[in-house]
C-alpha cells in the first residue's frame, strides 16, 4: 500500500501548489478554476514507468482523464503513449507529439469515419468491441487499400468493487466480448485479409483498488490466450487497461508497484508487450478544483455552503456520490462544522461535498476541492449557461494559464438563428 505525498501543502497556514499559494493564483485568474501540478503528473508517469520496467511496455495514458494538450505534452515529452476514445481525443494526442506506434484505440461505438481516421494515421492498435466493429474495420480497411492491427477487447466477466457505474469488465457492462465470443471473433479476424489480430485488451473498471479483480481477469486472459494461439493467432500485445485507484480519503491504496507485482507474476510465459492505460492515478492527485465561498446558510437538518464552482464544472460528486476533500486555503484554528459544499446550479444534485467537517468560512474566502484532475475538466459541461473554467499549471515557482475561462460570447458562438426569428 502506498501513501504518496502531495503537492498541495499548507505553508505557514497558507495552502500552496509546489511553490505558489493557492490565493494568488485564485485572485490572478479567478475563479472557479483547476489547478495542476507538473511534478505531481511527471512523478505519477515516472512511478507507473518504474512499475513495469522489468517487462517491455507500452504506457498509454487515457486521454479521457484530462484532455488538456499541456497535459499531453507533458506526458508526450516523457515517453507516454495515449488511449483515446474518439476521434477528437486522436487528434488531441497527435497534436500533442503522441506518435501512432504508442496510440491504442477504444470504444464500443467508433463511427466509421473515426476508424478510417485511426487506420490512416496507422495507430499501434483498435481495440475492437465487437464483431460487428470488427467486419466494420475489415470493410474500411480493404476499401482504402489499409491494414488494421486489432486487439479483441474482452470481458473477463470478474466482479470489481467500484461505483456501478464505473465497473466495464463485469457480466452485463456493454464493453467488450464475452470470452466465447472473443474466441469467435479471433476465429473470423483470421479468414479476414484486412485485419490482424494482435492483442487482446481488457479494461474492467476505474478506481480499483482491490487487485485481485485484475489476478482474475488475467487468469481468465491468459487461458484466452492459450486457447487462439493454439488455434494460429499470435499475441503480441496485453493491454490490461486502465482503472487503478486513488486515495481520496487519505486512506492508503496500492499503487503501480504493487499493481506490477500483483500481474507480472502472471504474465511469466507472455513474451510480448503489456500495455497500460493509466488515467486517475497518473493526473487524479494533481488537481484541485480553485472556488470561492458566496453564501453560507444554517439551516437544519443540514447546513450550506455556498460556492461559485458547481456541478458543471466538476460532476463526481453529483454522478457518483464521489467524496472529495475541500480545504481553506488559508488555514485556521477554530471549532468546525459539518457542511454540504454546494454550487449555484439548479439542481439539488450539485453538490461538491457532502458532510464536510469545516472552520467558519467568511464570504470571499476561497476553499480548494482536492484530487480533481482526473475527470475534472474533461467532463464539465456549460449546464446553467455558466462559461466552462478556466486550467491553470503550477511548476515549481511558476504558474501557467493552460486553458482560458470562456467568456459569455463563448456560450452562443455555434448557435444559429432562423430567419424567420431575426
Ligand atoms: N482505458 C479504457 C478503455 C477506459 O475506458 C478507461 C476509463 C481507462 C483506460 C482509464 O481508466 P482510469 O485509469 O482512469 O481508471 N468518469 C469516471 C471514470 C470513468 C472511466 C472510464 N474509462 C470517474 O470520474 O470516476
Do not use: W
Not at 11 to 29: H, K, N, W, Y
Not at 300 to 326: C, E, K, T
Not at 408 to 414: A, K, P, S
Request: aromatic letters at 6%; hydrophobic letters at 40%; a neutral charge.
Amino acid at each position: 500500500m502506498s501513501i504518496v505525498s502531495t503537492p498541495f501543502t499548507y505553508i505557514e497556514g497558507e495552502l500552496f501548489c509546489e511553490g505558489v499559494p493557492l490565493s494568488r493564483i485564485a485572485r490572478e485568474f479567478g475563479t472557479p478554476c483547476y489547478v495542476y501540478s507538473y511534478t505531481r503528473i511527471v512523478e505519477n508517469y515516472r512511478r507507473f514507468k518504474g512499475a513495469f520496467a522489468a517487462r517491455p511496455h507500452l504506457i498509454a495514458y487515457a486521454v479521457k482523464a484530462n484532455s488538456n494538450g499541456t497535459i499531453l505534452r507533458i506526458l508526450a515529452r516523457e515517453g507516454s503513449g495515449a488511449d483515446v476514445v474518439s476521434g477528437g481525443e486522436l487528434v488531441r494526442a497527435r497534436a500533442a507529439g503522441i506518435p501512432p506506434e504508442k496510440i491504442v484505440f477504444a470504444g464500443v461505438g467508433k463511427r466509421s469515419d473515426e476508424i478510417e481516421q485511426a487506420l490512416r494515421e496507422g495507430i499501434l492498435l483498435l481495440n475492437v468491441e465487437s464483431i460487428a466493429e470488427m467486419e466494420t474495420v475489415g470493410r474500411i480497411a480493404s476499401r482504402a487499400s489499409l491494414h488494421a492491427r486489432i486487439a479483441i477487447r474482452v470481458n473477463p466477466e470478474v466482479i470489481i468493487h467500484t461505483h456501478p457505474y464505473i465497473t466495464t469488465g463485469s457480466t452485463g457492462d456493454k464493453f467488450g466480448l464475452p470470452v466465447s465470443r472473443a474466441i469467435d471473433a479471433y476465429r473470423r479476424a483470421r479468414e479476414n485479409r484486412s485485419i490482424e489480430a494482435v492483442g487482446v485488451h481488457m479494461h474492467i473498471g476505474s478506481q480499483i483498488t482491490d487487485l485481485s479483480s485484475y489476478s482474475k481477469a488475467l487468469e481468465i486472459l491468459h487461458d484466452l490466450a492459450r486457447t487462439i494461439s493454439d488455434e494460429g493467432t499470435t499475441i503480441s500485445y496485453l493491454d490490461l487497461g486502465g482503472g487503478l485507484g486513488i486515495s481520496y480519503s487519505g486512506e492508503p491504496v496500492p499503487g503501480p508497484g504493487e499493481l506490477s507485482a500483483a500481474v507480472l507474476p502472471l504474465l511469466e510465459g507472455f513474451k510480448g508487450k503489456i500495455i497500460l492505460e493509466p488515467g486517475r492515478s497518473i493526473v487524479g492527485d494533481a488537481g484541485v478544483l480553485l472556488t470561492t465561498a458566496l453564501y453560507s446558510k444554517p439551516s437544519s437538518p443540514r447546513s450550506f455552503l455556498i460556492v461559485d464552482a458547481g456541478m458543471n464544472d466538476f460532476i463526481r460528486p453529483a454522478l457518483y456520490g464521489a467524496q472529495h476533500r475541500v480545504l481553506p486555503v488559508i488555514d485556521r484554528e477554530g471549532p468546525e462544522k459539518i457542511v454540504d459544499v454546494v454550487g449555484p446550479v439548479c439542481e439539488s444534485s450539485d453538490i461538491l461535498a457532502h458532510h464536510c467537517a469545516l472552520p467558519k468560512i467568511e464570504a470571499g474566502e476561497f476553499l480548494a476541492v482536492r484530487d480533481v484532475g482526473a475527470y475534472g475538466f474533461s467532463m464539465s459541461s456549460r449546464y446553467n449557461s455558466r462559461p466552462r473554467l478556466a486550467e491553470v499549471l503550477v511548476r515549481g515557482e511558476d504558474v501557467f494559464l493552460i486553458r482560458e475561462r470562456e467568456n459569455l460570447e463563448d456560450l452562443t458562438l455555434r448557435e444559429r438563428i432562423p430567419k424567420f426569428l431575426s
